[in-house]
């Protein structure tokens, strides 16, 4: 983190990276005096509402963060910096995005938590758009001129007001992680998964586990009858994420029900002091680690690996088939996961896996029209979760029927890829 004073004397000049959050009202004109060098300006956490037609001055910038700030029109000064690439305005207060305002080259869009009800029809100007998390909003409709931004890889657009999912937005070639619960064209969850209610005041809780956009995750000890046991209680924010609605989460998690490569859900808490929803756990062991990292600003929508990471060709095979597995298993639930990743993978050194994070899930119809498209879009996603396990093999070329799989999981053509039921059918021929 800079300092305004820092900026106002002169000190970072030259510098590619600058984050300043000190309730800001104007903008800083000192801050396109680094012109020469920017690429990074984070200006989140401000009071800022507009930005200066100056800022296009800004020509290395390729990254711009503002949430959290009190913008209600998204800048069109941002369609002329000619290296924008990555633009942030969640949890702003914007309504309204005039039509020519996105940048050509725009990769990775961030807009969650707003009052937006259109999107501009410009939209389909972006063949680089890969990542666009528009969540929590008010659309209705997604233009159809966004069919040509067949580049686009993940998109979030849960929590708002869509009547229908697009027929087009099914076909995209690359999309491999959608969430979009919480709308009105979404099925509601089945009533049909019985769970037990579980006091708050039978926990007694112990230390975080981790936390993520939607809730908190604690070690606690359950006294059920008189016998005390070690869970992991999960209690809710209750505000929208990037995902979606927590709610949404957690009926998805229930949905589910019981699986082996699945965490597995005990209970629903009940009397939370402040009344916040929450689910108990079973406390995963130790000796689990994550598969992989998040992406980066470079990666965009793969995942990372910390450098030197190799698994064995025995333990790639084993992932993948037990994450084929609980994948089906979903899918044949009405589950889509919407964020099939090595990063929401525990595993061990075995190659035993636990699937989880189900903050992007969306619960449709098995019997809609469309339910086949759904899953396939999962199934591209586990192409590129066995792509990026290959690649990361001890020995590459090991197994080709594996690489041909791969290849199958990511056809272009959506109808053209299998099911997780022909996946698993396929895998149990490997060995």
């Known amino acids: 983190m800079n300092t305004l004073e820092q900026l106002l004397s002169g000190e970072l000049k030259g510098t590619k990276t600058l984050k300043l959050s000190c309730q800001l009202k104007h903008f800083p004109s000192e801050i396109l005096e680094l012109a020469d060098t920017l690429e990074i300006l984070d200006l989140s956490d401000n009071q800022l509402s507009e930005l200066p037609e100056k800022f296009s001055e800004l020509k290395k910038l390729k990254i711009a963060f503002f949430s959290d700030n009190q913008f209600k029109v998204f ?16 949890s702003n207060q914007i309504q309204t995005i005039p039509e020519q305002a996105f940048p050509i080259h725009l990769q990775w869009l961030i807009l969650t938590n707003n009052k937006i009800s259109h999107i501009p029809e410009s939209i389909g100007h972006c ?33 708002n007001q869509l009547m229908v999912i697009p027929d087009w937005l099914l076909a995209l070639p690359r999309l491999s992680w959608l969430a979009f619960s919480g709308n009105p064209c979404c099925s509601t969850s089945p009533e049909t998964t019985e769970l037990s209610e579980i006091s708050w005041d039978d926990l007694m809780m112990q230390e975080l586990l981790g936390q993520g956009a939607s809730g908190i995750i604690s070690k606690a000890t359950w006294t059920n009858n008189g016998e005390q046991k070690e869970i992991a209680v999960k209690i809710f924010k209750g505000e929208v994420t990037s995902d979606g609605f927590p709610e949404d ?7 589910a029900g019981e699986h082996p490569n699945l965490v597995r859900v005990i209970g629903k808490i009940q009397s939370h002091p402040q009344q916040k929803t ?4 079973e406390l995963i062991s130790k000796h689990y680690k994550n598969l992989g990292s998040p992406p980066s600003f470079e990666t965009c929508t793969r995942d990372t690996f910390t450098e030197g990471t190799y698994f064995e060709p025995i333990v790639v095979l084993q992932i993948a088939k037990s994450i084929a597995n609980a994948s089906e298993h979903l899918h044949s639930r009405g589950i889509m996961h919407g964020d099939l990743y090595s990063h929401n993978i525990l595993f061990d050194n075995s190659g035993n896996t636990i699937f989880g994070d189900f903050g992007a899930a969306t619960i449709y119809d098995i019997k809609h029209k469309n339910a086949h498209l759904l899953e396939k879009i999962d199934v591209r996603a586990f192409g590129c979760l066995i792509e990026d396990l290959l690649n990361h093999s001890k020995n590459e070329t090991s197994n080709d029927k594996l690489w041909l799989l791969k290849n199958n999981c990511l056809h272009p053509s959506i109808q053209d890829r299998p099911t997780f039921s022909e996946i698993v059918d396929y895998l149990s021929t490997i060995s």
């Open 127 to 159: 063949p680089r758009l890969q990542k666009v998390a528009l969540a929590g909003n008010q659309i209705k409709e997604l233009p159809e001129q966004m069919s040509a931004c067949e580049n686009l890889e993940l998109l979030r657009i849960s929590a």
């Open 278 to 281: 929450g689910l108990a756990l």
């Open 249 to 255: 989460e957690m009926n998805a998690c229930i949905l």
């Open 75 to 90: 800048p069109e000064v941002l369609a002329k910096c000619p290296n924008l690439t990555m633009i942030g305005f969640k």
